[in-house]
C-alpha cells in the first residue's frame, strides 16, 4: 500500500514519517510514500534525504505524476551516491525484514508490537513518556532505530535513545545507554 499522492516538499517529507507508522496501526504493515514526491518538482537535497528515509520504508519506490520533473536518482550524482548505499542496507536487511513480515501475519493484532514492522518508539519502550510525542523516528521491529534528516539544510539529527544499549550501524560503537 502507499500513504497516498504526496508533494515534492520537506513537510511531506516528515508527515511520511508518521503515515507509514499509521498504516502499522491498521494492520497493513507493506506501506510507503512516494519519495521524492509525487506532486511537484522535487530537488537535489530533498531527493536525497527522501531516498535515504525511504529505503527503510516497508514499501519502497520513488514514483511522481507526469507533470513533474524526472526525479530518478541518477540524476543527481549525491542522490545517486545516497541511493546506492541505503539500498544496499535495505537489501542487506531483507531477511530482517521478512521474519518480520512474518510475524505481523502471524499476529494480526495492532496492540501487540509484534503485529507491526514498523513502529513508533513507544511500542518498543511503553515506560518512557519521552517516546509518547516523537514522530520523527521510529523502529524496524524491536531492534533498529531509524532518525532521519526531516528539514532542509541539516547535517545531522538530534535524535532520542531510550533507555538500554544502542550501536551506530555502521561503527557497531555504542551511541548510548541512558536514555538521551
Not at 516538499?9 to 506501506?31: C, G, H, K, R
Not at 519519495?35 to 537535497?45: A, K, R, S, V, Y
Not at 516497508?58 to 541505503?86: C, D, G, M
Request: charged residues 20%; neutral net charge.
Amino acid at each position: 500500500h502507499w500513504t497516498g499522492d504526496n508533494h515534492a516538499s520537506w513537510e511531506d517529507l516528515a508527515q511520511s514519517v508518521i503515515d507509514v507508522l499509521n498504516f502499522q496501526l491498521y494492520s497493513i504493515p507493506l506501506v510507503g510514500a512516494d519519495i521524492c514526491g509525487f506532486g511537484g518538482n522535487t530537488d537535489e537535497e530533498l531527493c536525497a534525504r527522501w531516498m535515504a528515509l525511504g529505503a527503510f520504508y516497508t514499501f519502497s519506490r520513488s514514483h511522481s505524476q507526469r507533470r513533474s520533473r524526472p526525479q530518478e536518482p541518477y540524476l543527481w550524482n549525491s542522490v545517486a551516491r545516497i541511493s546506492q548505499k541505503v539500498l544496499g542496507i535495505r537489501y542487506s536487511l531483507l531477511p530482517y525484514y521478512y521474519t518480520l513480515f512474518y510475524k505481523a501475519h502471524c499476529t494480526p493484532d495492532p496492540e501487540n508490537p509484534s503485529a507491526t514492522v514498523l513502529r513508533p518508539l513507544f511500542f518498543e519502550f511503553p515506560q518512557d513518556q519521552k517516546t509518547f510525542n516523537i514522530g520523527t523516528q521510529f523502529m524496524i521491529g524491536p531492534g533498529l532505530l531509524v532518525s532521519p534528516v526531516l528539514q532542509r539544510g541539516a547535517k545531522s539529527v538530534k535524535a532520542y535513545f531510550p533507555e538500554g544499549k544502542w550501536y551506530d550501524f555502521h561503527t557497531f560503537k555504542t551511541v548510548s545507554e541512558k536514555g538521551e
